[in-house]
């Protein structure tokens, strides 16, 4: 098994080296995280508007979001997967 963490002693620093591989996947997945929150909250707050104007209800909003929010991790996954 390959450890994907190198352990480097520089002088008196011990420094673990991570492949781009290891830390493009992480930061990938860290910008996910961030596109979803803030969509979660765009949505949360939009929905909540429709309701509040009676223009929909609290169902029909929660299947928008719930919709909305699929399309956005299919659209941002593939975009990533495509970056790589």
Same mark, same amino acid.
């Not at 098994?1 to 930061?27: C, D, F």
């Not at 949505?43 to 299947?63: C, N, Y």
């Given at each position: +098994?390959?450890?994907?963490?190198? &352990? !480097?002693?520089?002088?008196?620093? @011990?420094v673990?080296?991570?492949?781009?591989?290891?830390?493009?996947?992480?930061?990938?997945?860290?910008?996910?995280?961030?596109? +979803?929150?803030?969509?979660?909250? &765009? !949505?949360?707050?939009?929905?909540? @508007?429709?309701?509040?104007?009676?223009?929909?209800?609290?169902?029909?909003?929660?299947?928008?979001?719930?919709?909305?929010?699929?399309?956005?991790?299919?659209?941002?996954?593939i975009?990533?997967?495509?970056? @790589?």
């Amino acid at each position: +098994m390959i450890n994907p963490l190198r &352990l !480097l002693v520089r002088g008196s620093k @011990a420094v673990i080296e991570t492949p781009r591989v290891v830390v493009r996947a992480v930061e990938s997945r860290i910008h996910m995280a961030i596109l +979803m929150g803030v969509a979660r909250h &765009l !949505l949360t707050g939009v929905g909540g @508007a429709l309701v509040a104007q009676g223009i929909t209800t609290q169902q029909q909003s929660d299947e928008a979001m719930g919709a909305v929010l699929t399309l956005i991790g299919i659209v941002a996954s593939i975009w990533a997967k495509r970056k @790589a």
